[in-house]
């Protein structure tokens, strides 16, 4: 594996900072984005080329592979800043480890460890003065590549850019989280891309989310494609549920994203002796126990979305409510591991990184 060093990375600073425009009291998700950002080029077998330069518009030829064939991948990463000014990431080696799972499904160029660890950290470095300190608020991470090699032939292009771009973030969700169990559409299937974080995951939850949104629903929560009886996840994150005292997830497979977030969130449940089942959920079971009153909980978890609770769902034309409940899970896992992210709290786990 090749590797570079801090000082192979070239480093162009802006002229004058935009951080002043910026109201770190209210701020939105990903929709401010820091001074700077890395950019990195794969040609002719190789990554090379490692800079940072000021965010801003990019150059590429309309016959760029992306825009034809949509050969892109990204990663959804935080960085917390302590009450000291230090920074931490949250097993940022799972997500770079996650990102070439992607790279190899979509037939693109692996990246070496050094490339994504070196250019993050050099980045947050030279932006720390963006990462917001607020409750709630983190620098969002978002390290992508896609295909910049030009072409119409169908077949993976030779030329890629690893990048990297910083959004100092609010929370996902302004409120609670409504969501429509999905029973036409699906977003991914055995065999598929939903495991890997390639854009086209995404763009294709838009249209049936738009639909459930006109309904007044937040996200998705995706059904197996086959029969459509399975819950699997919502569009932007982990789903589990807690019927009784016991917390379930379903299991991970080519279908599904296997977030960072929902295997933390099992390894706290574990330590806190909450009995904990990852196995197949049925929409039928999950139906009966709000009728009956045994569904407690249902919450989201991911990166953007931390451990969003779900105050409800549909599902074909019924609405369920979940009431309130004490010693909520969704509470305790968020404090837990948001303690440890903004390194309120030992971590036993070793997940925290300092930059
Ligand atoms: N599922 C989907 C489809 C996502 O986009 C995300 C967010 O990254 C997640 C789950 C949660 O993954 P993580 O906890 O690694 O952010
Ligand atoms: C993340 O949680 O980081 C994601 O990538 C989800 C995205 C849709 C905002």
């Known amino acids: 594996m090749e590797s570079i060093t801090k000082n192979a990375i070239s480093i162009e600073k802006v002229q004058s900072s935009k951080i002043a425009l910026v109201d770190f009291d209210n701020l939105a998700f990903g929709s401010v984005f820091s001074d700077h950002m890395l950019v990195c ?12 330069v000021p965010y801003g518009p990019i150059s590429l030829a309309p016959a760029a592979k992306i825009f034809h064939y949509g050969q892109s991948i990204f990663e959804g990463m935080k960085a917390y800043k302590d009450d000291t000014d230090s920074i931490f990431l949250f097993r940022p080696k799972d997500n770079h480890k996650r990102f070439n799972i992607s790279a190899s499904r979509m037939s693109m160029p692996e990246l070496p460890e050094e490339y994504f660890m070196e250019g993050l950290k050099t980045l947050l470095e030279l932006d720390k003065a963006w990462i917001p300190q607020s409750e709630g608020s983190a620098m969002y991470i978002r390290p992508f590549m896609f295909a910049s090699g030009e072409g119409f032939h169908a077949s993976p292009a030779d030329a890629y850019k690893f990048m990297i771009c910083l959004a100092p973030s609010g929370p996902y969700f302004a409120g609670k989280v409504k969501v429509l169990i999905e029973e ?14 390639t854009g086209g995951n995404y763009a294709g939850q838009f249209h049936p989310t738009q ?53 933390s969130v099992l390894e706290v449940a574990e330590s806190e002796g909450i009995k904990t089942e990852v196995r197949t959920i049925t929409v039928t079971e999950v139906v009966a126990a709000a009728k009956d009153g ?29 009431q309130e409940v004490e010693n909520s899970y969704a509470a305790l896992f968020k404090k837990r591991i948001t303690d440890i992210q903004y390194n309120r709290a030992k971590d036993p786990f070793g997940w925290r990184v300092e930059v």
């Not at 036409?184 to 974080?197: E, P, Q």
């Open 41 to 52: 080029d794969y040609r002719n077998g190789a990554w090379e080329n490692p800079k940072i």
């Open 211 to 263: 639909l459930a949104k006109s309904k007044g629903y937040h996200q998705v929560i995706w059904t197996d494609d086959h029969k459509h009886e399975n819950i699997e996840e919502a569009g932007a994150m982990n789903i589990f549920v807690r019927i009784g005292d016991t917390l379930i997830t379903g299991p991970t497979s080519d279908r599904i994203l296997d977030g960072i977030t929902r295997k």
């Open 184 to 197: 036409k559409y699906s977003r991914s299937a055995n065999g598929g891309v939903g495991y890997a974080k």
């Open 294 to 322: 045994s569904l407690k909980e249902m919450f989201g978890a991911g990166t953007a979305a931390v451990i969003s609770p779900i105050a409800g769902f549909g599902y074909r034309d019924t609405d369920y409510e979940l």
